[in-house]
């Protein structure tokens, strides 16, 4: 027995997609089922949006599926490019771009029985005998979010090394220190507080509109002034978010705050930055 695919209203090239790609896997013995994970989830795909499909395969069959990926891959539609996900900790996932239109389809193999741990729900589009479901019932989706003290223990470290980088000069590592920031602790913290998913800056400006023009702030140009500016949002922003998010469970590293801040205005006297020039974007 086999489940029909319930889909709804997809744009049509990700419908189109779906539909060629089903037919395909189902003919194919090795693979258990097929599930849809992302804004599919959450019905909310538009004609930006991915496919992320989470592909189960039958055990004794995985690490030759593993070696076939990319033949798989071209057996689902016109592929342009496809390649491992190795860069986000995810060598099981085959990233690929399909046409025409252009399409980004993520593709994550997995065994059947690892489908119990999973970081959200996903919507089970095809599958064989009903063993994919049955595998997704024996586990619960966690997705995993920050750890405020994690990061307590580290802000102030990633502080003083981006306003290092001011006062040297390297103004481009000074822009990447701040975005670090911001996907790594500001963008998870503000969607966070807003009970949302807190999956970096994804889909930020619709899920924390406020917090997002605050993010805003954190944006540097290639200036010491503006750098510093951005970095000093980016304290200003995470400060308010501690105090709203770690009721009383965080120890704040007082010391290292104290340092950091006062490192960051050695810094921005030592580049002529006087008070209040900071703020000159």
């Known amino acids: 027995m086999t489940k ?12 189109s997609f779906l539909r060629n790609a089903l037919e395909c896997l189902k003919k194919d013995g090795r693979f258990v089922g097929v599930a849809a994970g992302g804004s599919y989830v959450t019905r909310s795909i538009d004609e930006f949006s991915d496919l992320d499909l989470l592909i189960a395969v039958e055990p004794d069959a995985y ?17 342009h490019a496809a390649f491992t996900g190795e860069h986000v900790g995810e060598p099981r996932l085959l990233i690929c771009l399909y046409s025409s239109p252009l399409l980004h389809v993520d593709l994550k193999f997995i065994r059947l029985s690892d489908a119990a741990t999973r970081v959200e729900e996903p919507v089970v589009l095809w599958e064989r005998d009903g063993r994919f479901s049955a595998v997704l019932k024996t586990g619960t989706a966690v997705f995993p979010g920050p750890d405020l003290q994690w990061i307590e223990d580290r802000f102030w470290v990633w502080v003083h090394y981006a306003a290092g980088k001011i006062g ?31 999956s970096g800056v994804r889909k930020i400006e619709f899920l924390a ?13 290639y200036s010491s002034g503006s750098c510093a500016s951005a970095l000093h949002a980016a304290i200003d922003l995470y400060r308010k ?16 705050e104290e340092a950091a801040m006062e490192y960051l205005e050695e810094v921005e006297a030592g580049v002529g930055l006087e008070a209040g020039a900071r703020d000159q974007k």
């Open 241 to 256: 978010l501690r105090r709203q998010l770690a009721d009383g469970n965080v120890s704040c590293r007082l010391s290292a």
């Open 209 to 221: 509109p406020e917090l997002a023009r605050e993010l805003e702030s954190t944006l540097a140009t």
């Open 168 to 198: 040297r000069g390297e103004l481009f590592e000074a822009i990447d220190g701040l975005s670090f920031l911001r996907v790594q602790v500001l963008g998870p913290l503000a969607l966070l507080s807003q009970r949302a998913r807190p």
């Open 4 to 15: 029909e695919p319930e889909f709804f209203n997809l744009p049509e090239p990700h419908a």
């Open 63 to 79: 690490e030759y599926v593993l070696s076939e990926r990319q033949v798989i891959a071209r057996g689902l539609g016109s592929l």
